[in-house]
């Protein structure tokens, strides 16, 4: 008698602008689900010297083209095939310790007894299959990365909200620092002017902030945000109603 060749884990992505809570709905949804694996596209990002540049000449970091791609996808499938292994030259940049406290940040953002019941909902959804969390800035403008995904989740911000978020990180908006990924002028040329670039396609005229194409989101399976900054709670609740339809439909 054959045994049945186990599924791999299902991908769910979650992209969307610098600073619109992905990693905040990661560590939520990483307690509810216990993924097989958890890839952010950062640990991919091309080394300086090897980073596009703006016309002002500084480095770009953050667009398609700073992220390796073929090998952010070959760890993926690596990552799926093996049951959530890296492989061998993967070296992540993620500063454990401040990673364990934005983690902690995030859980207490939204009640237990609200994760609780989220956790059953999404497990019962499951039906078993594991499940791995790719998250990134930029993730949709690549069509492998679109069809790797079986659930997309698309967050939406405003450049106000965003600008402000990211200038309240530690070392970032002052005036004398030397890294430059954390000037406001960074932000505007490169952080925000490549949402807009790479992102436009998916909303009318372009706008980011303003109503997605129609038809966009169930053509290409892209679940957004109805609407723009919303809070972490009601961004928690309107993933799970996501992931738990996407499951669902994919039963």
């Known amino acids: 008698m054959s045994v049945p060749t186990p599924r791999p884990p299902l991908v769910l992505a979650i992209s969307g602008c610098s600073s619109s809570g992905k990693s ?42 700073s992220t390796d791609i073929p090998r952010f996808i070959d ?12 492989p061998e030259d993967f070296v992540s940049w993620q500063d454990p310790a401040a990673t364990a406290e934005a983690r902690r940040t995030a859980l207490a953002r ?36 679109r069809r790797l995904a079986e659930i997309k989740l698309f967050l939406r911000t405003s450049k106000v909200a965003a600008k402000a978020r990211r200038m309240r990180r530690p070392g970032y908006g002052d005036p004398e620092t030397k890294d430059f990924w954390r000037t406001e002028a960074y932000f ?15 909303f009318q005229d372009g706008d980011v902030e303003g109503p997605p194409i129609e038809g966009v989101e169930e053509a290409e399976g892209i679940r957004m945000q109805p609407g723009l900054d919303m809070g972490v ?17 994919l039963s």
Not at 30 to 36: A, D, H, M, Q
Not at 75 to 86: E, K, N
Not at 190 to 200: D, F, H, T
């Open 110 to 145: 939204v009640s237990s007894s609200a994760r609780d019941a989220a956790r059953k909902r999404m497990q019962h959804a499951l039906r078993g299959r594991g499940v791995g969390i790719v998250e990134g800035f930029l993730l949709y403008q690549d069509e492998q990365i």
């Open 188 to 202: 505007e040329e490169c952080v925000w002017g490549n949402y807009v670039k790479e992102s436009g396609w998916m």
């Open 75 to 86: 760890a993926v499938h690596y990552a799926q095939q093996t049951g959530g292994a890296m």
């Open 233 to 249: 709670e009601e961004t928690f609740e309107w993933a799970v109603e996501e992931v738990c339809a996407g499951l669902e439909h």
């Open 24 to 65: 905040t709905l990661t560590y939520l949804l990483t307690s509810l689900l216990s993924p097989t694996f958890t890839i952010q596209q950062d640990d991919f990002n091309r080394g300086i010297p090897d980073l596009p540049l703006l016309p002002s000449g500084i480095p770009d970091a953050d667009s398609v083209a």
